[in-house]
C-alpha cells in the first residue's frame, strides 16, 4: 500500500505571516493538532498545538492572539513522497520520533499521513476495525 492511499487528503494549510489564532481555527475545523506552513506553495514548516503552547502560552507571549506564526512553528519537518511505501512512512516516523508527515508530491504538498493512519492501514482488521480507529484518524 502506498502512502496516498493511507493519508488525510483534505488538509488545511497555513502561511507563515498567519496569527496563531489562525493556526488554531484551523487545528479546530480539521479537528487535529498540526498544520502544515506553506510560502510560495512550498512546505516551509510545520505548527502544532504543542509548539503553541511551549513556545508562546508558556513563555508568557503578551499577545498570543495576533502573534504570527512564523516565529514559533517548526521550521522543518520530516517529509514522505505519496508514492512511498506505507512502510517507508512508519520508518521514517519510527526513526525520527514524529506522529504525522506531510506528504508530498512533485515538492507541493497534497496530504499528510498520521500514526493513527498507519496504524488504521497497516492493522485494520476488517470493518469493524477500520470504523472502530476512524475517531483517532480523523484529521491529522
Known amino acids: ?4 492511499e493511507a493519508m488525510a487528503k483534505t488538509i488545511s494549510t497555513a502561511r507563515p505571516n498567519d496569527t ?3 493556526a488554531a481555527e484551523l487545528m479546530k475545523k480539521e479537528d487535529c493538532g ?19 503552547v511551549i513556545r508562546c502560552l508558556a513563555e508568557a507571549h503578551a499577545d498570543v492572539l495576533t502573534e504570527t506564526i512564523d516565529h514559533m512553528m517548526t521550521p522543518s519537518a520530516w517529509t514522505i513522497d505519496a508514492d512511498a ?7 521514517v516516523m519510527a526513526e525520527h520520533e514524529v506522529r504525522r508527515l506531510p506528504v ?3 515538492d507541493a504538498i497534497v496530504g499528510v499521513i498520521s500514526y493513527g493512519n498507519l496504524e488504521q492501514a ?8 477500520a470504523e472502530a480507529s476512524l475517531g483517532v484518524t480523523h484529521g491529522a
Open 122 to 129: 497497516l492493522h485494520a482488521a476488517g470493518a469493524a476495525a
Open 104 to 106: 508530498l508530491e512533485n
Open 34 to 52: 498540526f498544520i502544515p506552513v506553506v510560502a510560495e506553495d512550498k512546505l516551509v514548516g510545520v505548527v502544532t498545538d504543542r509548539d503553541i
Open 1 to 4: 500500500m502506498k502512502v496516498r
Open 20 to 22: 496563531v489564532a489562525r
Open 85 to 91: 511505501p506505507i512502510e517507508a512512512a512508519a520508518h
